[in-house]
């Protein structure tokens, strides 16, 4: 059974602070991971997506990629309060470029106080 | 860009009643589509696969007979909720992959909201 696992939160950060998202994942085989912000209500958006070991910057947001841990993170920097959300990590559950289903973790709540 | 309109975005409905969820491709053609549910406060859960043209495939303890999916054309899956009751009500999105010329990676429906009273 492929899990995905995330501290439920709620994280609470003051703005313009670093929001610092954590997941971890047990297929040592997964190749490609994202991180998508959902609001209450509403479909998940995509915020990254990352399939190499290392950081990938877009904008305030960094995610970086650990394989041998087996750990993914996402970096909020000047985090602001249309930033609060729940982020959801997610894994592509397909092996060599295929895409198959995206595995969730339960998301981490995240607050960010004016 | 790829993008996946699905409807109605919410529905309230009697228990024991039937309900279709409808998810169109729009600007591409969609051969799988992923349907998930969220119960308030949890992830999204896969709960079958469809692919146009064949059988869905449905994940350990989706019942199949109760959630028909239909994929007959490369632009159009549809789930149906078969005589619902209150524990079916949940958030239902569709997902599909971004065709190999947009990139990599997934497409979301906007999700509906189902109530059954």
């Known amino acids: 059974q492929k899990e995905v696992e995330q501290n439920s939160g709620p994280l609470s950060v003051p703005e313009g602070a670093i929001a610092s998202l954590n997941c971890t994942y047990s297929d040592r085989g997964s190749q490609s991971f994202f991180w998508y912000r959902q609001y209450s209500g509403k479909s998940p958006e995509l915020i990254m997506s990352?399939?190499?070991?290392g950081d990938k910057e877009d904008g305030r947001f960094t995610a970086q990629l650990n394989k041998a841990s087996q750990y993914v993170s996402l970096l909020i920097r000047d985090s602001q309060p249309s930033d609060s959300a729940t982020y959801l990590c997610a894994v592509n559950s397909g092996y060599g470029g295929s895409q198959g289903n995206l595995i969730f973790g339960k998301g981490t709540k995240l607050s960010v106080k004016p | 860009g790829a993008v996946v309109s699905q409807h109605p975005s919410w529905v309230i409905c009697k228990s024991g009643t039937s309900v279709k969820i409808e998810c169109r491709s729009l600007d591409f053609q969609a051969t799988t589509m992923f349907w998930y549910r969220q119960f308030p406060k949890q992830s999204l859960m896969l709960m079958a696969t469809?692919?146009?043209?064949?059988?869905?495939?449905?994940e350990q303890g989706v019942e199949k007979d109760k959630f028909l999916i239909n994929h007959a054309s490369l632009t159009l899956s549809t789930l149906t909720v078969t005589s619902a009751h209150p524990e079916d009500s949940s958030f239902y999105i569709c997902?599909?992959?971004?065709?190999?010329?947009?990139?990599?990676?997934?497409?979301f429906g906007s999700g509906t909201r189902l109530t059954v009273v």
């Open positions: 469809s692919n146009e043209g064949s059988k869905a495939t449905y």
């Open positions: 997902s599909a992959p971004v065709p190999p010329g947009e990139g990599y990676g997934y497409t």
């Open positions: 990352i399939y190499s070991n």
